[in-house]
């Protein structure tokens, strides 16, 4: 069975750069066709997805997020990493990676991040 976890600051200052990581076990991070994401809930809100890292390396972002988002794998440890740039209080939300063949079959426990100086 895929599990994830996610790791990282819970508080970020406004300005800097968010950096989480999702750790797989049970899995690869290289299994043919799955697609590795990362999804945010905003404190009262409905979940949004920011974007994925697809078993090829190759990537694909929300649109509202591209210019300053970015997502990464490292292979070697089986993880990858959500980087947000210039983040502001509107970035305040609980992170949740996700991952599978169905694009989101296995879910993370999710992560707290607070964007507060």
């Known amino acids: 069975q895929v599990q994830l976890q996610e790791s990282g600051p819970g508080l970020v200052k406004p300005s800097q750069t968010l950096s989480l990581t999702c750790t797989i076990s049970?899995?690869?991070?290289?299994?043919?066709?799955?697609?590795w994401t990362w999804i945010r809930q905003p404190p009262g809100k409905g979940l949004e997805w920011i974007g994925y890292?697809?078993?090829?390396?190759?990537?694909t972002y929300s649109p509202s997020l591209k210019s300053r988002t970015s997502i990464s794998r490292d292979t070697s440890k089986n993880q990858f990493t959500l980087q947000l740039n210039s983040v502001t209080p509107e970035d305040t939300a609980v992170y949740y990676c996700?991952?599978?063949?169905?694009?989101?079959?296995?879910w993370g426990q999710g992560t707290q991040v607070t964007v507060s100086s």
């Open positions: 996700a991952g599978g063949a169905g694009f989101a079959d296995y």
């Open positions: 049970g899995g690869s991070i290289a299994t043919n066709f799955y697609y």
């Open positions: 890292i697809y078993y090829s390396g190759s990537t």
